[in-house]
């Protein structure tokens, strides 16, 4: 999605409006180690899942749920998941 959908026009539109967090779950990368067994357990314990991608948009606390997706999500589909957030021009 990094180096595809993202890069959409539209898309980097709506990312202005947005803090991205990255929460790496898989275990692949060492410079993550340990977290990435912890975001995983936040992960399955906060959202009920552990699918690989999974998008999720918040408010500013953490506490309301947008929107949430897990697996590919099109680019149209994307920017209608970040548009349910308020603000939306």
Same mark, same amino acid.
């Given at each position: 999605?990094?180096?595809?959908?993202?890069?959409?026009?539209?898309?980097?539109?709506?990312?202005?409006?947005?803090?991205?967090?990255?929460?790496?779950?898989?275990?692949?990368?060492?410079?993550?180690?340990?977290? +990435?067994?912890?975001?995983?357990? !936040?992960? #399955?314990?906060?959202?009920?899942?552990?699918?690989?991608? &999974?998008? @999720?948009? %918040?408010? +500013?606390?953490?506490?309301?749920? !947008?929107? #949430?997706?897990?697996?590919?999500?099109?680019?149209?589909? &994307?920017? @209608?998941? %970040?548009?349910?957030?308020?603000?939306?021009?």
């Amino acid at each position: 999605m990094e180096s595809g959908t993202f890069l959409n026009e539209n898309i980097q539109k709506e990312f202005g409006r947005f803090v991205e967090i990255v929460l790496h779950t898989d275990g692949r990368d060492e410079r993550f180690g340990a977290s +990435s067994q912890a975001n995983l357990h !936040y992960l #399955r314990e906060r959202f009920g899942t552990v699918s690989i991608p &999974f998008y @999720a948009v %918040l408010d +500013s606390s953490g506490e309301k749920i !947008y929107w #949430r997706k897990e697996g590919y999500v099109n680019a149209e589909e &994307f920017v @209608a998941g %970040l548009q349910k957030a308020p603000g939306t021009n």
